[in-house]
């Protein structure tokens, strides 16, 4: 039998309650090669030190954070919508930080969470969503395949977490 996906929106009191766990899945992803704002070795106060940042975010209302959790309630995988954005953008948010720990891959989170951050941006009034991934990795299938539409690429625009350069690509979705 297979383990269900279970995605939740966390308010501030249980994303803080979450922060290790988020913690662990981000080192997860650095350590297995993904590039999402860290390098690797990624220490983990640096990686606590960033959820708690979310949840302040959590907190101002400024952010969503969704985990997904698999039948023991472990956290398996996140996304965040921002949706602070300017004043002539009250339309518009970013999706960030698609992280799925690597025992938890090939099981449907990652299509199970952007389906649920796309239903929280419409629950919040958002029209315009905007991402970006890594160029030619599997987010960028993930969000071709879920309809979002590729605006463009940058070449070198970050660092891998071993220092290598990458491309980035940016996309956009309608809802």
Not at 7 to 12: G, N, R
Not at 62 to 68: F, G, S, Y
Not at 97 to 108: D, F, N, Q, S
């Amino acid at each position: 039998m297979s383990e269900q996906v279970h995605i939740q929106i966390l308010d501030a009191a249980a994303a803080q309650a979450s922060v290790a766990a988020l913690a662990e899945v981000l080192t997860d992803c650095v350590a297995g090669g993904a590039s999402v704002s860290f390098m690797w070795p990624l220490p983990r106060e640096r990686a606590l030190q960033f959820w708690q940042g979310v949840v302040d975010g959590v907190a101002r209302k400024e952010r969503i954070l969704l985990v997904a959790r698999d039948d023991s309630g472990d956290i398996t995988g996140t996304v965040q919508l921002i949706t602070a954005m300017p004043d002539n953008q009250p339309h518009r948010a970013d999706v960030a930080k698609m992280l799925v720990h690597r025992k938890a891959r090939r099981k449907g989170i990652a299509q199970a969470l952007m389906a649920a951050v796309e239903q929280a941006a419409k629950t919040e009034g958002k029209t315009v969503l905007v991402l970006d991934t890594v160029t030619g990795g599997d987010a960028e299938r993930l969000y071709e395949r879920a309809g979002w539409k590729k605006v463009g690429v940058v070449p070198n625009y970050a660092l891998m977490p071993d220092g290598e350069f990458c491309g980035t690509t940016f996309f956009h979705k309608q809802i």
